[in-house]
């Protein structure tokens, strides 16, 4: 199947998103991911294909890929990415992924790493769209102040006030204080991690470590970005 670009957005100095139309019928859930394929040469030795979160939600009606184009040292996939213009077509094949919302009175704590954010824009729309108002208490750690999503969280978070959202710039990080500090249910809750593979791992084992049982952990990993 491929996926026709529509639109490009940027969002701060090095993220931007893309926003695609499917040539044929494509389902996914809020919280699941693509695997594309972009054909360019050269090729450097990480090949043609990556995964993205579809950033928008089902609701939407267009997919969305969101992604951070590292100012320097950007492999060749990211330069034939950027280079796409409106109209192009890339490949995607095998919806994926079980980074989902659970029950939805459940009380959750999302946990992003910079552009690890991606999967809970698309479950926080969504929920939005089903009109459920969701207990969430969000913790976003970002490199710097250029928060991707920022003005669609905060506009969300109007509609949904059950949506508290707590940046974290760095050196500010997210750790057990911050969590004891700006989580008021860490007994009830469920915690999601979202962000590069490093980040995300320390945390589940910090998680794991303050007690909270793995069934009430969820991890989505992205390789190829250094913590945050
Ligand atoms: C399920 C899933 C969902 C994902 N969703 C998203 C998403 O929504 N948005 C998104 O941007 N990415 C997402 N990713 C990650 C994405 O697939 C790429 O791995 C990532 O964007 C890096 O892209 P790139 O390899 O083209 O490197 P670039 O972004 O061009 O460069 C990354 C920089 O990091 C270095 N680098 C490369 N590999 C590693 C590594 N393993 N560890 C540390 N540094 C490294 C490179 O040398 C370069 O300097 C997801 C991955 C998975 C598995």
Partial sequence: MKLILMERKTDGPEVESFMFKPDGPLTWKAGQFLHYVLHHEPTDGEGSDRWFTVASAPSEGFVMLTTRFPSEKRSTFKKALRELKIGDAIEISDVDGDFLLGAADNSYVFIAGGIGITPFRS?????????????????????DEHITYKEELESIAKENPNLKIHYLISPERVDEAKIRELVPNIDKAFFYVSGPEPMTESLGN?????????DRIKQDWFPGYPAE
């Fill in 206 to 214: 910090m998680l794991k470590a303050m007690g909270i049982s793995g």
């Fill in 123 to 143: 479950i926080l729309k969504e929920a939005l769209h089903e009109r459920k108002p969701i207990d969430v208490t969000l913790l976003y750690a970002n490199r």
